[in-house]
């Protein structure tokens, strides 16, 4: 008989338990994390912590793909962690050398006084003070229930282009939600920025530009052809006017030689 869903619960995690059908299918597979070098922790452990709580795949496996995903020098960290150790215990250890080691006060701090720099597009911004957000969160600063007002306050007060301020103060005054802000700043965004605003017109002009390069190559082409043929021209005058000399020298040299004959036999 196939065994029911449920959920068992530990101190950190709430990992789901499926049917033993699927445990037999998924279980007795080692899955795969993306690798882990020492960059991006953050990102690297919530594919883990994710791959944990779906409860598709016994602990040892869980375990496996996190020893699988190290790389370079991460992998030293091997070495001080038992064989037996479940899942937990390595993304607890992980954490502890890898982890956000910064105080609940200084991401607070972070949050709060958090800027967009001008290379950096809306999208981007929002997903930094969401990070932020969830760390104050995890660090028992900040109250959950206070995501939304806290993000769309920061994330608009936090813009560095007064017009896309001033286009979404509509918005942001409103009873709209943090991503209905997100959508509205990045659409004026795109219709507004120099750089997207004239995408097209930036690819048509380096279009004119590569040919106008290529008109360039072909016209001094042509004025290396037509010097050629003004060289070979003159060589052929002058070659002429040569051959005419020798000629005209030939047939004074036949005349003379007419002349001398004809008085010798005189």
């Known amino acids: ?22 445990q037999i299918k998924l279980s007795t597979r080692i899955p795969t994390l993306p690798s882990f070098g020492g960059k991006n922790f953050e990102e690297w452990k919530l594919e883990a912590v994710c791959m944990m709580r779906t409860g598709l795949y016994l602990d040892y496996a869980v375990s496996q793909a996190v020893r699988n995903s190290l ?11 038992k064989p037996s150790e479940s899942a937990e215990e390595l993304i607890a250890k992980m954490t502890e050398n890898f982890g956000e080691v910064k105080s609940g006060e200084r991401i607070v ?7 967009q720099p001008e290379t950096e597009s809306c999208s981007a911004c929002g997903i930094r003070l969401e990070a932020l957000f969830q760390q104050a969160v995890n660090k028992g600063e900040i109250e959950e229930i206070k995501r939304d ?36 700043t990045r659409l004026e965004e795109e219709e507004n920025n120099p750089v997207n605003a004239t995408g097209k017109a930036l690819v048509n002009q380096q279009s004119r530009d590569d040919r106008l390069k290529v008109l360039d190559k072909m016209i001094e082409r042509l004025k290396t052809i ?21 000629e005209a020298t030939k047939s004074s040299d036949q005349e003379r030689r007419q002349n001398r004959h004809t008085n010798g036999g005189r």
């Open 149 to 184: 007002n806290k993000l769309q306050e920061r994330f608009w007060r936090g813009f560095n282009s007064e017009q896309l301020k001033s286009a979404a103060r509509v918005s942001y005054e409103s009873s709209d939600s943090f991503e209905k802000l997100k959508r509205k």
């Open 1 to 22: 008989m196939t065994q029911l869903t449920k959920i068992q619960k530990n101190n950190n995690y709430m990992i789901r338990e499926v049917t033993t059908i699927d």
């Open 71 to 81: 790389k370079s020098d991460t992998r030293r960290i091997l070495l001080t962690i």
């Open 109 to 115: 701090h972070d949050f709060y006084s958090a800027k």
């Open 226 to 246: 037509e010097a050629e043929m003004s060289n070979k021209k003159k060589r052929n005058l002058e070659g002429k006017r040569e051959y005419e000399s020798y």
